[in-house]
């Protein structure tokens, strides 16, 4: 198992050094001038040559280059543009809140979307199964931003259940700052009425960014119980008496979820890219609200340093997702060692 997760970290390099070189050749190719986008209209020629000296546009692209990789092996991004403190510093204090957001939506997606991906396949071509499959429909093709509106005038404005908006009651104050997940600082604090309001706020849009990711866990749990209930174990398990919910929970949905779990995988930095429109929505101060500043204020670095953060996330995850389905299934490492 050991060399099994070297290899796949290993693996998991050349991605993050294509997405370095990426980020660079789309900086310089995107039309325009960052230097004069970033001094502003009424800025003098002398202004934003100063600015192009200061962010080393005007040296060579090689040189560029070289200055880009180091930037990135070292993490000095430089100041943001919109709110002067160190780009770092900017990204370790929001990206708990995201990671929070979108840990809190996977979970929803992966407990939802495995039972019911296991009821509609129990039920094949039942009620029950194109209820689901509809339910999976739905889930692809309503926009999360819409969603999210609905839900706040639904939840917030009219019934008053759930707050419009933000992390925590303001009237509460926060917590001692411990790990930044706000949920793990209250309970360190030992503050119920804290941890009750995070848990209140994180609703809506925990629940906005789960549908899509529960909807594709949902129709590859019912595609991969489907196909394991028709295997020749299953059938002599059946001839001996075992019950379809004894039979389904014991042998066939772990042999099912193989494929479910490399879904999790790709589906975590599908919720994080979909985490922007939401933070924005609800104002969960995230990467996703941190990314909408830096585009309005066009502070290419802060863009470059969350499309490096959320890469390596990503990768880790990847990683993390391909040992756990070894773990599921040893078949797996043995062929990938």
Known sequence: MARFVIRRILLALPALFGLVVLTFVLSRVVPGDP????AGDAATPAQIAEIRAQYGLDRPIWEQAIVHVRQVLTGDFGRSVFSGRPVVEEIAFRLPATLELTFAALLLSTLFGVALGLVAALDHNGPVDHLVRLLSIGGLAIASFWL???LQLVFSMDLDWLPLRGRMDVTLGTPPRVTGFLLVDTLLAGRPDMLASALRHMVLPAVTLALPGLATI????????????????????????YGRVRLA????????????VTQIGLLF?????????VEAVFDWPGLGTYAVQAILSSDYKALLAVTMVVGVVYA??????DVAQALIDPRVAEEMS
């Open 35 to 38: 230097a004069a986008t970033l």
């Open 148 to 150: 999210a509106i609905m």
């Open 218 to 241: 949902a129709r590859f749990t019912r595609s991969g119980v489907l196909e394991a209930l028709q295997k020749d174990y299953v059938l002599y398990a059946r001839a001996a008496g």
């Open 249 to 260: 929970a014991i042998y066939v949905l772990r042999n099912a979820v193989t494929v479910t």
């Open 269 to 277: 930095g599908a919720l994080i890219s979909g985490a922007v429109a």
């Open 316 to 321: 880790v995850v990847n990683v993390a997702v």
